[in-house]
């Protein structure tokens, strides 16, 4: 088994009974200003600091086997997103700070007499500070 992150206690993984990964990881930093008026001339602005960083990914969930995990990670998910507690995001070698998980959006790709075959789950995170 190949580890490749890691969310909390939700790791991002490659073996052979399934292919549990990410992709499209956004980070985004922005500044915040505030703007003070003048009499005359431009407004100047003051640097106030930064906002808390959103992160977004998409996760692939494939099971490779005769056993579908797709319901099992799921349902890890929904626990992590219940409890609205702060988790570590680890990707390969580099720490990307406590997060919380604040929503996620489950695509099912394949589907077999109702069961989930395969999905894609768009993850949205935001810095815990």
């Known amino acids: 088994m190949m580890y490749q992150g890691l969310l909390g ?24 200003y ?19 960083d959103p992160v977004s990914l998409t996760v692939q969930i ?14 890890a998910l929904e626990g992590l997103t219940a409890t609205g507690e702060e988790m570590p995001l680890v990707i390969g070698l580099r720490y990307y700070g ?13 589907l077999h007499f109702g069961v989930t075959l ?3 789950v768009a993850l949205s995170l935001l810095e815990y500070n």
């Open 98 to 110: 406590m997060n919380v998980l604040k929503s996620f959006e489950v695509t099912h790709r394949q």
């Open 9 to 32: 206690l939700f790791p991002f993984t490659v073996s052979e009974a399934e292919v549990c990964t990410f992709r499209d990881l956004k980070v985004t930093r922005e500044q915040v």
């Open 118 to 120: 395969s999905a894609e």
């Open 34 to 52: 505030a703007e003070h008026k003048v009499v005359s001339g431009l407004p100047k602005l003051q640097h106030m600091g930064r906002n808390l």
């Open 62 to 75: 494939v099971p490779l086997g005769e056993f579908s995990t797709v319901n099992l990670r799921l349902r």
